[in-house]
C-alpha cells in the first residue's frame, strides 16, 4: 500500500541554524506534497506546499523541494526561531488527480534552541 | 484559521460504548475526509465523503462509519469503542477533482477508559 517515510523522529538545532527534514513516498501517481505544522493539541496547520510540476518551492525562510523521479521531497528551515519549535508533518496525495486524500509521515519533532 | 468546525472539542467514553463526532466544512467545499491522529503519531486516514457517499475508506474496521448530508456537513460514527481508539480525530475539507489541499478542523479528542 502508499506509504510515506519521514525522517529524522527529533531534530535538535541552535537558534539562526538551518533545519532539514526529509521524506520518501511510494505512489508514483501522488502528485501533491503538503508540510504541516502542529503545535501541541492543535491541527495540523498548512505551512507550505508543492505540487508535481514543479521541483522546489520557497516562502520567506521555508522551502521545499521535490525529486519525482527519487519519490522524495524535503522541507528546509532557516534562521530557526524558538517559535519554529514544533512537531512537522509531511505527506503526499493518494492516487492520480485531485482526490483529496492524504497519507502522512510519522512527523518530526523539531527544538530550536535559543 | 480554517472554516472548518468540528464537535465536541474532548469526549470521554468507555469501552464498548458508541460515539459520534461531527465536522462542518469550509463554505464551496463538497468533500470531507476524516483522519485519526494517535499520540505520537501522524494523522492516518480513515474514510471520505463526497456527493453524501463513502468516496474511498483506509485501513479501519466496519465499526467505523460515516454520514455526509446535503449541506457537506458530516458524522463518524464509532462502535464498540476500545482503548485504542483514543486519539484526536481530524476532519479536513476540500473540493474533489479541484485541488488536493485540506482544510483541517480543530479536532475531537476522543478518550477510551
Known amino acids: 500500500g502508499e506509504n510515506v517515510e519521514q525522517h529524522p523522529s527529533t531534530l535538535s538545532v541552535q537558534e539562526g541554524d538551518s533545519a532539514v527534514i526529509k521524506c520518501t513516498y511510494s505512489?508514483?501517481?501522488?502528485?501533491?506534497f503538503p508540510w504541516y505544522k502542529q503545535e501541541l493539541g492543535k491541527r495540523p496547520q498548512l505551512i507550505i506546499d508543492?505540487?508535481?510540476?514543479?521541483g522546489e518551492k520557497k516562502d520567506q525562510r521555508i522551502a521545499v523541494t521535490l525529486n519525482k523521479t527519487a519519490k522524495h521531497f524535503s522541507l528546509h528551515i532557516t534562521e530557526t526561531q524558538p517559535e519554529d519549535s514544533a512537531v512537522y508533518f509531511c505527506?503526499?496525495?493518494?492516487?492520480?488527480?485531485?482526490?483529496?486524500?492524504?497519507?502522512f509521515g510519522q512527523g518530526t519533532t523539531l527544538q530550536v534552541k535559543p | 484559521e480554517t472554516g472548518v468546525t468540528q464537535s465536541p472539542t474532548h469526549l470521554i467514553k468507555t469501552r464498548g460504548q458508541q460515539v459520534t463526532l461531527r465536522c462542518s466544512s469550509q463554505?464551496?467545499?463538497?468533500?470531507v475526509s476524516w483522519y485519526q491522529q494517535a499520540l505520537g503519531q501522524g494523522p492516518q486516514f480513515i474514510f471520505q465523503?463526497?456527493?453524501?457517499?463513502?468516496?474511498g475508506r483506509g485501513n479501519f474496521p466496519p465499526r467505523f462509519s460515516g454520514l455526509q448530508f446535503p449541506n457537506y456537513s458530516s458524522e463518524l460514527n464509532v462502535n464498540a469503542l476500545e482503548l485504542d481508539d483514543s486519539a484526536l480525530y481530524l476532519c479536513?475539507?476540500?473540493?474533489?477533482?479541484?485541488?488536493?489541499?485540506?482544510?483541517f478542523g480543530p479536532g475531537t479528542r476522543l478518550t477510551v477508559t
Open positions: 508543492i505540487r508535481s510540476n514543479v
Open positions: 505527506a503526499a496525495s493518494v492516487g492520480s488527480g485531485n482526490t483529496g486524500k492524504l497519507i
Open positions: 479536513a475539507s476540500s473540493v474533489l477533482h479541484e485541488d488536493n489541499e485540506q482544510y
Open positions: 465523503y463526497y456527493r453524501e457517499e463513502e468516496n
Open positions: 505512489d508514483s501517481a501522488s502528485n501533491y
Open positions: 463554505s464551496g467545499h463538497n468533500t
